[in-house]
């Protein structure tokens, strides 16, 4: 066996293990589709600088043969904007579609073409489409020196790709807001979507949706999930400094909610549901850069603050933060609420949530559709 595959076998092994790859199919497919050839660099960070390694290296061959997150992208800004997904991920998305020989399957989010390439290794050329604003044509000669040629396009993800439609199922290996419409007119009926949806930083997990009639339906995955937002190349980005609201007078109190309420993933997101678009979250430091508070921003101005010098509680249920609110929305109340509100339903996990999309609404659900909803944000 050669350096790769050898490699290649041991993280099939690992995800085999961990229970993240179970059909056969899938199996061999990780074990015979190379991931250097589609990531023959990656991006590591030290101290604030991005480095380049070469996946030619042992270094190299042994991080691309970990199931890990790699970045391949970084933009003039030394943000992230491209990664390859960890393999088990990659694996548990397929297996959660059902996949099965002679499905034809649309890929939202191209990137290195290694998803893409797995793909094809089970389902032949024919049935693989792919699409991205960016990266196609990296992608389409990394598969080509492989043996695959899946049809791939560069577009906006928003738009799917109707020359292939209708889909068996569609995959979105990047975050959305919401889930495009157009997606739903170009899966089969009865076919599927995986998506990860996030309406928020960190606030959201994949749904797998069925294409019922004129809407689409289902529950959110157990497991978490995040992936990069999707990119549009026309969109404008909202403000990320928030403007000025000196006039307008803070709000002090006591909170029950933990200072890093994004922790807790499923209140989190119903909070965001609430929450102004654009709201983000981190923390103020001391003059040693150490964290004192939890800070949360929106575009207009809002803002609060909350102590991490409190008391927590045994039972993990509130506890006492001295917490701190200014602007034209109370973000921090918004929290309170959304956690009050899933401690009163029982601090229901994933599971228990779906979401309904139509061609006007798209919406959050416990248990059952017909059960207390909430309605997400659409895009203008």
């Given amino acids: 066996m050669s350096d790769w595959t050898t490699r290649a076998a041991r993280l099939v092994d690992e995800l085999t293990e961990a229970g993240k790859l179970r059909s056969p199919q899938w199996q061999e497919a990780f ?11 990656y991006y590591q960070q030290d101290g604030g600088t991005w480095t380049a390694v070469s996946t030619d290296s042992p270094e190299g ?23 390859s997904s960890m393999p088990g991920l990659m694996a548990r998305m397929l297996e959660i579609l059902d996949i099965h020989p002679g499905d034809r399957v649309l890929e939202i989010g191209t990137g290195t073409g290694y998803n893409a390439a797995i793909l094809c290794s089970v389902l032949g050329d024919d049935n693989v489409y792919s699409i ?15 043996g695959f040629s899946p049809t791939l396009d560069t577009r906006d993800g928003v738009l799917g790709l109707p020359v292939g439609a209708p889909y068996d199922r569609i995959e979105a290996t990047v975050a959305v807001s919401s889930v495009p419409y157009a997606w739903v007119q170009q899966v089969r009926e009865g076919g599927l ?6 309406i928020g930083t960190a606030a959201g997990n994949l749904v797998l949706l069925q294409h019922d009639g004129y809407a689409a339906e289902g529950r959110f995955d157990g497991g978490y999930a995040a992936f990069m937002s999707m990119r549009h190349p026309s969109r404008v980005e909202p403000p990320t400094t928030p403007v000025n609201t000196n006039s307008l007078s803070a709000v002090t109190g006591v ?13 989190w997101f119903l909070a965001s549901l609430s929450l102004p678009e654009g709201t983000t979250y981190g923390f103020t430091l001391d003059e040693r850069y150490t964290p004192t508070a939890t800070l949360f921003t929106s575009p207009d101005g809002s803002r609060a603050t909350v102590l991490l010098d409190g008391e927590e509680s045994l ?11 200014s602007g034209p929305h109370r973000l921090w109340d918004e929290v309170e609420r959304a956690y009050a509100l899933w401690w009163d339903f029982g601090q229901p996990s994933w599971e228990r949530f779906g979401l309904t999309v139509t061609p006007e ?20």
Avoid: M
């Fill in 31 to 41: 074990r015979g589709v190379p991931r250097h050839v589609f990531v023959p660099e």
């Fill in 315 to 325: 039972d993990g249920e509130g506890g006492a933060w001295q917490c701190e609110q």
């Fill in 193 to 198: 979507i995986l998506v990860d949806l996030k």
């Fill in 255 to 267: 909170t029950r909610v933990p200072p890093k309420a994004w922790e807790k993933s499923v209140p």
């Fill in 61 to 83: 061959l042994d991080a691309v043969y970990a199931n890990r997150a790699l970045f391949t992208d970084v933009d003039e800004h030394g943000r992230g904007v491209s990664s």
């Fill in 361 to 380: 609404t798209q919406t959050v659900w416990l248990d059952d559709p017909v059960q207390p909803a909430w309605s997400c944000p659409l895009p203008d």
């Fill in 132 to 146: 991205d604003i960016d990266y196609v044509d990296a992608a389409r000669r990394r598969l080509a020196t492989v």
